[in-house]
């Protein structure tokens, strides 16, 4: 009997040994889901946590026990360390355990491959949700940030867009006429030249004079008219 009884205390301690660890868990979660609530705005993002490695030591705290968890990063995604601050007896202490956030955003994406300077249209974009924990950069997720730009790279079907991805819509290509203006000693010269580049304005522009093949440089003002920067 007497051991019948050190068996079923055994086997009641270890399940709420284990019922804690559980317990524990789900809380860890719980919390961090919280904290990314305050760092991604539920109508663009989704995510989902699973906790990697708890100490031991947190596993046994009652939910009592812990009076915070905070990440170690500003932009918490894939694997994350965080901090459980919890009390003991003798005052507060710090733990450290991992997670893994699989995060998801609503971003516009190409629905069709854009070439090198494309312009980006209603119709070539759509809204899907995609798995970001992986990837580098910040995307952008207001379509309408999208309009009035082209892509300075080829963007293929399914991908989305980042800042950097995006450039002025060209108005200028090569073989284009363009008046390049300047002044010296007061009098206003005009040089008609052609266009070596795709450019939009206010970029600087490669032009070539019409008469002696001479390159230039100048900053594009309009469709043809260029202010000179500095002979090439």
Not at 171 to 187: A, F, Q, S, T
Not at 193 to 218: F, P, W
Request: glycine content about 6%.
């Amino acid at each position: 009997m007497r051991w019948l009884i050190i068996i079923a205390f055994t086997f009641l301690s270890q399940g709420l040994i284990e019922a804690r660890a559980q317990s524990m868990e789900e809380l860890v979660i719980t919390k961090v889901d919280e904290l990314l609530a305050n760092h991604y705005p539920v109508e663009t993002y989704r995510y989902t946590t699973n906790t990697k490695w708890i100490p031991e030591k947190v596993k046994e705290l009652t939910e009592e026990d812990v009076v915070g968890i905070e990440f170690d990063t500003d932009y918490p995604k894939g694997y994350e360390t965080i901090s459980i601050s919890y009390r003991t007896k003798s005052g507060l202490k710090n733990a450290k355990a991992q997670v893994y956030i699989t995060l998801e955003q609503n971003i516009p994406i190409a629905s069709i491959t854009l070439r090198k300077g494309e312009e980006i249209t209603p119709e070539s974009i759509e809204n899907e949700w995609v798995d970001i924990t992986r990837l580098r950069g910040v995307y952008v997720a207001d379509d309408a940030l999208l309009f009035g730009n082209a892509t300075n790279r080829m963007i293929k079907k399914g991908q989305g867009f980042m800042v950097e991805n995006l450039a002025p819509i060209p108005v200028v290509k090569p073989g284009d006429l363009i008046d390049l203006v300047y002044k010296e000693h007061g009098i206003q010269i005009v040089i008609p030249c052609i266009a070596r580049q795709n450019k939009a304005i206010g970029e600087r522009i490669r032009l070539m004079n019409k008469n002696t093949g001479k390159t230039y440089e100048g900053i594009l003002t309009s469709k043809s008219t260029a202010f000179r920067g500095k002979t090439l």
